[in-house]
């Protein structure tokens, strides 16, 4: 080896040595930031054990997936069962502590238990089944509480942390990145929106948090998905700390959680549907269907119209329509950004009380409400020519639905006046006071049919 290649080997191999001795000291100095960030975060990390009552065996069924508790023998169940969690603290002053509504649910007592091994017997400020949060309350000093992350900035990737209590085996933490986001249709709670990781997710799990790498909560830890063997996939979801934070103004405010509507149905943009309206992408919802009297109809929304944001917040699919409204107390406002001819509008709705819309509906229209009608022309070997008003569906318990009107009669008059279509039928409807005699069709014979107001 001549004194060049010995000068060019001398001058790679320091090069070699101060790359690795600076990746060595960047890794060491990234595992003593995660391990500080750890240290301030896992105090406001709690132990949850709640005694829940057996109301059934339904309940106790669930009680024994959640809980890993054997089966039971003979069809005995106990009377009460202990429930492990976890949840997490959000408010250090209060002693606000947030977790998973599965978690506490019939729970005749919970204890807190901290960190540093202090416990507690929580008060249950309020509780959402279909969102799977609860809110609880511990008196005590000294608490940590954790910081808000925001959800809705989340990235598939992004480096998280997962803590809480799995299997009662004492406080853990594991790692992991973001899977996926907007997960739904997974039959786990009503109103799915989680966040997907791989960072191993644990029963007893169930209401501790998912925080990112900086230590603020993104996520209330909430579920895993199984294999049909019953072993762990790395499928790992959260509760949206964003949702969840909706769901504990609610409770705390107001004590229950009322969804509002939006009164539309809607589908995903499929790549035929987006062809087919000339959209650009498949991003967004498209609205089937809009209610009598809706917020929807209000606004002036109309059927083909695709929605594609909401208070600002981009709608990729039907599923963030439901989410968004849903999350929406009745009496708020809405700005809904929607693209009509592939041109933008802009509208704001009020959203309202489904409960009490029906109930308006109803009073609005109590001989008709609940029963879906269509136009009917066709000819028909018994009766001949016949035009009038096909019954699409009843609604179960409507005064329709009593008085024996089933879907597939058609409405050839009433009030003893010929009836061709849905128009002429409203207006005799709207000139019914209590009670309105049908003629209908069913099958090759004809019967008539007396709907009452107060039936």
Not at 14 to 30: E, I, P, Q, R, S
Not at 74 to 84: A, C, E, R, Y
Not at 128 to 134: L, Q
Not at 347 to 376: C, H, R
């Amino acid at each position: 080896m001549n004194k060049h290649s010995v000068k060019s080997f001398t001058v790679l191999l320091l090069g070699w040595l101060a790359y690795t001795c600076c990746f060595a000291v960047d890794t060491t100095n990234k595992t003593h930031a995660t391990s500080a960030m750890l240290q301030k975060v896992t105090p406001a990390v709690v132990n949850i054990k709640a005694q829940i009552k057996i109301l059934d065996f339904d309940t106790y069924l669930r009680l024994q997936r959640e809980n890993q508790l054997p089966a039971p023998i003979n069809g005995d169940i106990p009377d009460k069962v202990s429930s492990t969690a976890s949840g997490v603290i959000v408010d250090a002053k209060k002693g606000y502590v947030l977790t998973n509504a599965h978690a506490v649910r019939d729970a005749q007592q919970v204890v807190v238990t901290l960190n540093d091994g202090r416990h507690y017997t929580a008060k249950l400020l309020g509780i959402d089944n279909p969102s799977d949060i609860a809110l609880l309350q511990i008196q005590s000093k000294n608490l940590t509480s954790i910081v808000y992350g925001n959800s809705n900035t989340l990235e598939v990737g992004d480096r998280v942390f997962a803590i809480g209590n799995p299997y009662g085996i004492g406080q853990t933490v594991t790692s992991g990145i973001i899977s996926g986001l907007k997960r739904s249709a997974l039959g786990i709670e009503s109103l799915e929106n989680f966040i997907q990781t791989d960072a191993a997710i644990n029963p007893g799990n169930s209401g501790g948090a998912l925080i990112n790498d900086t230590g603020e909560l993104i996520g209330i830890n909430t579920a895993i998905v199984l294999s049909p063997q019953r072993g762990g996939t790395g499928i790992g979801l959260a509760i949206p700390i964003n949702m969840a934070k909706s769901v504990m103004e609610q409770l705390l405010e107001y004590g229950n959680v009322k969804r509002g509507s939006l009164g539309v149905g809607v589908q995903d943009i499929t790549p035929d549907l987006a062809a087919s309206f000339d959209l650009p992408t498949s991003k967004g919802a498209a609205i089937t269907l809009i209610m009598p009297n809706s917020p929807a109809l209000k606004a002036g929304l109309k059927v083909g119209d695709i929605i594609t944001q909401i208070n600002n917040e981009e709608v990729k699919n039907a599923n963030d329509v439901v989410n968004d409204i849903s999350f929406l107390r009745e009496g708020s406002k809405a700005t809904i950004q929607i693209l009509r001819d592939k041109k933008p509008y802009k509208t704001t709705a009020t959203i309202w009380d489904p409960k009490k819309s029906k109930a308006e509906s109803v009073q609005m229209n109590p001989l008709l409400y609940g029963v879906g009608l269509k136009d009917f022309t066709q000819y028909d070997p018994q009766h001949g020519d016949v035009k009038g008003v096909l019954v699409v569906s009843v609604e179960e318990d409507s005064n329709a639905w009593q008085s024996d009107l089933h879907p597939g009669d058609v409405i050839v008059a009433a009030n003893k006046k010929k009836v061709d279509n849905i128009a002429e039928l409203n207006k005799i409807v709207a000139e019914s006071k209590n009670s309105l005699l049908l003629n209908v069709l069913r099958g090759a014979g004809a019967v008539f049919l007396v709907i009452n107001a107060g039936s």
